[in-house]
């Protein structure tokens, strides 16, 4: 009995450690819906295996025509990255998911597991908004020198450089994630490219806050934008960039064909006779 506990305790440490690596980013124990579902009393409502497979490997489970993981996709429409735990790995996170829900003896002490952190976004002002938006788009480089955020997202704002298509577009992403959410994921990125670009190099709390009261503000405002032809303005750019090139080229044809090269090969030779 005493083995068989020390294992017990064992797990959850290790699952304690995995849960906050990996899974906080996107879920909470007793919280509520974060990025994805809270992950209260999950081993009740799932069996073991069928936690392992979808945790290894989501899209492989909802491909295989899985009603339930098909279901959690529709409703979140986030796919979760492939994780590479081994199944006692996936064990020991389920013995600490378990030991923190509610009624489990390890959720007495904690309250339940969250991601929420730091000031409120209600508390933001204008100038929050402001430096959040030279963040995003490099304006303002980033404390621990991390990519800005347009490197791989595009928000659609007339106020706002366009940016990448490399990832999700960000317009309407605190609709979909909400404050806790989007700090979630910028504290501690859950998706591969995120994750191993900010290897080292995470944001600050401060820089957390202002990034999400500036997507706040996107989401808030993106009916009022007036979503602009680019592709109008580039032909018109390139029409215009070539019409100045032609007279540049012509200009300088024209000043090297006033006389042949051979006429004045003719009168240097006829005065040198």
């Keep these: 009995m005493g083995v068989f506990l020390q294992y017990q305790l064992f797990a959850q440490d290790e699952g304690d450690k995995l849960f906050h690596q990996v899974c906080v980013a996107c879920h909470t124990i007793g919280k509520g819906r974060l990025v994805g579902p809270d992950l209260a009393n999950v081993h009740l409502r799932h069996s073991e295996e069928w936690i392992i497979k979808f945790v290894?490997?989501?899209?492989?489970?909802?491909?295989s025509g899985?009603?339930?993981a098909t279901a959690l996709f529709e409703k979140y429409k986030i796919v979760m990255p492939?994780?590479?735990?081994?199944?006692?790995q996936i064990r020991s996170i389920i013995a600490y998911i378990a030991s923190n829900s509610p009624g489990g003896p390890g959720a007495a002490q904690s309250g339940g597991v969250s991601s929420a952190q730091g000031r409120p976004i209600r508390e933001a002002t204008q100038e929050n908004i402001a430096t959040g938006g030279k963040l995003f788009v490099g304006k303002i480089r980033l404390a621990n020198r991390g990519p800005?955020?347009?490197?791989?997202h595009h928000v659609q704002n007339d106020n706002v450089l366009a940016g990448g298509s490399l990832a999700f577009d960000l317009t309407e992403a605190y609709t979909r994630l909400g404050e806790a959410g989007i700090?979630?994921?910028l504290a501690?990125?859950?998706f591969p490219a995120m994750r191993q670009a900010f290897t080292g190099k995470p944001l600050t709390e401060e820089e957390i806050f202002n990034l999400t009261a500036f997507l706040q503000h996107i989401d808030s405002v993106k009916q009022k934008q007036q979503g602009k032809n680019l592709g109008v303005r580039l032909a018109v750019s390139g029409f215009s960039g070539a019409i100045v090139l032609l007279f540049l080229f012509g200009g300088v044809w024209i000043r090297t064909k006033r006389s042949s090269v051979n006429q004045k090969?003719?009168?240097?030779q006829i005065k040198s006779d």
Excluded: G, L, M
């Design 148 to 152: 800005s955020c347009n490197s791989c």
């Design 66 to 68: 899985d009603p339930v």
């Design 56 to 63: 290894q490997s989501s899209q492989t489970v909802i491909k």
């Design 82 to 88: 492939d994780n590479h735990f081994t199944p006692d």
């Design 265 to 268: 090969i003719y009168e240097r």
């Design 188 to 190: 501690n990125p859950p």
């Design 183 to 185: 700090k979630a994921i």
